[in-house]
């Protein structure tokens, strides 16, 4: 028996891939961003305060989103309504698909967000944070340009 090449395998340990700021109400880890997967998917967990804003409704047309809800409450805006999602409860968001969530709960919601292909998410993020920490605030054309970048559209939800 062979042994398979241990370049084939990535392992990225919680103490190297921590958990970050996304701002005074959020944290989120990058498991496995698209330049790690050879851009077939990434793979966000993230956690959201009670009682706290997420993401607006939105929709991708370039990547399919997924969320996996693993503790806490999640209020996800799914098919024109916001409904709460518990753990173990999933939903699959289409190119094209209107989307958001928030924590509308009394304690900390924790999920995996997927994305496919793996595209840069990880700039979306990044760039976000910036923003937070520097306290900059983007005029109405500078935010339509940042979503363009990244491929979101906000819709009225």
Known sequence: MSHVDPALVDVRPLADHPLVSNGPTSRLRMVAPGSVTAGRYGLVEYHVA????????????????????LSGELTVYHAGSWDPFGPGDYALVHEGGAHGFRNDGDEWASFLILFAPGIAREKF?????????SGRTLT???????????DQVMVDG
């Open 50 to 69: 009670p009682h706290s804003p997420g993401a607006a409704p939105h929709v991708h047309s370039t990547f399919s989103e997924s969320f996996y809800v």
């Open 125 to 133: 993020f990044l760039e976000m944070a910036e923003l937070r920490r």
């Open 140 to 150: 109405p054309e500078e935010m339509t340009a940042f979503y363009a970048r990244h």
